[in-house]
Antibody, heavy 119, light 107 residues
């Protein structure tokens, strides 16, 4: 059974880069599927950020495209999110998730990690 | 982007009640719709996809219907564990977007 687990700093300063990693167990990300990130600001709804395929194709939210990079380390069975030039508006719980194809529904999800942007 | 509008934003119901949540897309999405349940501090859990197909392991009291722009999630005989926030998500095109959520609270 595939499981995903987010990790990374819980506090990032404004203007810096938010970097998160999703560790995948139970499935090799180089075998297929798409792998992505979704975020949820406090007491708000869900926002899709980015998605990637092990072959190299990736898609980004138009509203975040200029600041986001998604990448994979297949040797560690992990994929990562970098969000540059963060502001307090980027404070959110960040989830990683698997997608069968693109676009499609997200399943399963990691448990999520809270990232606070504050000086 | 396709906008997803859920209604109501919240509702109060009792155990055993039938609950209906509506999701409207700003354009037709050809049944490319998923529903999720989220409990506080937890990740969303997939309930249905393709508007009406039940994810494995999800109780049959959950059902989905709709077409075009209008979709519905129905919970027959609400159970204590069903009190949560529910989200719809279209996957008709990129970017996929979510509804704002419907919080189902205990009356």
């Amino acid at each position: 059974q595939v499981q995903l687990q987010e990790s990374g700093p819980g506090l990032v300063k404004p203007s810096e880069t938010l970097s998160l990693t999703c560790s995948v167990s139970g499935y090799s990300i180089s075998s297929g599927y798409y792998w992505g990130w979704i975020r949820q600001p406090p007491v708000k709804g869900l926002e899709w950020i980015a998605i990637m395929h092990h072959s190299g194709s990736s898609y980004y939210s138009p509203s975040l495209r200029s600041r986001v990079t998604i990448s994979a380390d297949t040797s560690k069975n992990q994929f990562s999110l970098n969000l540059r030039s963060v502001t307090t508006a980027d404070t959110a719980v960040y989830f990683c998730a698997r997608v069968f194809t693109w676009p499609n529904w997200f399943d399963p999800w990691g448990q999520g990690t809270l990232v606070t942007v504050s000086s | 982007d396709i906008q997803m509008t859920q209604s109501p934003s919240s509702l109060s119901a009792s155990v055993g009640d039938r609950v209906t949540i509506t999701c409207r897309a700003s354009q037709g999405i050809s049944n490319s719709l998923a529903w999720y349940q989220q409990k506080p501090g937890k990740a969303p859990k997939l309930l249905l996809y393709a508007a009406s197909r039940l994810e494995s392991g999800v109780p049959s009291r959950f059902s989905g219907s709709g077409s075009g722009t209008d979709y519905t999630l129905t919970i027959t005989s609400l159970q204590p564990e069903d009190f949560a926030t529910y989200y719809c998500q279209h996957y008709y095109s990129t970017p996929p977007t979510f509804g704002q959520g419907t919080k189902v609270e205990i009356k």
